[in-house]
C-alpha cells in the first residue's frame, strides 16, 4: 500500500505504554469477555481461564520501531475509512461518526471489562470503539501465513464495517434475532453479519484506491489470502482435522474471500444484503 503523507486519525488511543494488568471481572464480565472471544472465532476457555488466573502484567512495554511504525499504519488506515465512509454515509443522507480505535498491549479496558490479546481484534458497540493489540499481525504473519499490509488494513477495516453495522441498526438488530434462536440459527445469522463486514472492508477497499490510488492487484491478493486463512472451515481443520459446519460464526475461506472480493468490485454499499441470500448460497 501507498500511505505516504497521508494523514493519521485523531480518534486513537495508544495505550501500549501503560502496561494495564487485567483486573478481575465478575461472572458476568467473564461470560460476557467469553462470548467475544467465541464469536471473533477463538478459544474463550483460554481467554476464561487467564481471567481467573488474573496473573498481572510485570515490567514496562517498551515498543520497538517496528511497533510503532504499525501504530502509524493502523492510524493511517483508520483514517482511510473515516474518509471513506463519511463519503457513503453522506450519499444516504447521513452523517458518519467515527468510531475509536484502542491500541493495547497484553491486557487493557473496554466497554465489556477487561480483554486481552488473545480475544483478537474486535469491535464493542458498548463504547463505540475497536481494540487492536498489534501483536496480532505478527500472528496473521507468522502462524496464518497471511501477512502484508493490506492483509493487515483488512482486518482494521473489518471491525471498522462493525461499526457501520452498529451505526445502520443492523447489530442491534441481529442481537435482537440471536435471543429467539436455536445455537445452530446464531451462528448463520452470525455468520450473515460477519461476511457483510467482509462486504464492507471490501467497499472501503474501493474507494481506498478509487480516491487515493493507494492499493494495487498483490495488495488485494493479500487481502483474499487472509480473508480465506482466517475462514472457519480452514481455522478448524487446522485445529482439529476437521470441520462442524453448525459451529460456524464466521465464514468459511471461500465466503469471506467472496465477499471481500464483491465490495471491493462493486463499490456500491446496497450489494451487500447478507440476509436475504439463501444460507448455502453465501
Known sequence: MKLDGR???SNVDDRRKTGKAAAGLGIGGIIIVGLITFLMGGNPLEVIMSQFANVPQTGTYIPSAEDDAMAVFASQILAGTEDVWAQEFKKMGRVYTPPKMVLFSGNTTSGYG????????????ADQTVYLDLSFFNEMRDKYRAGGDFAYAYVIAHEVGHHVQYLLGILQEVDKLQRTMSKTESNQLNVRLELQADFYAGIWAYYEKTLFNSLDETDIDEGLNAASAIGDDRLQMQAQGYTVPDSFNHGTSAQRSRWLKKGYTTGNVSD???????YTSL
Open 7 to 9: 494523514r493519521t486519525s
Open 272 to 278: 451487500g444484503d447478507t440476509y436475504s441470500v439463501p
Open 114 to 125: 477487561t480483554v486481552s490479546s488473545k480475544t483478537g481484534p474486535f469491535y464493542s458497540p
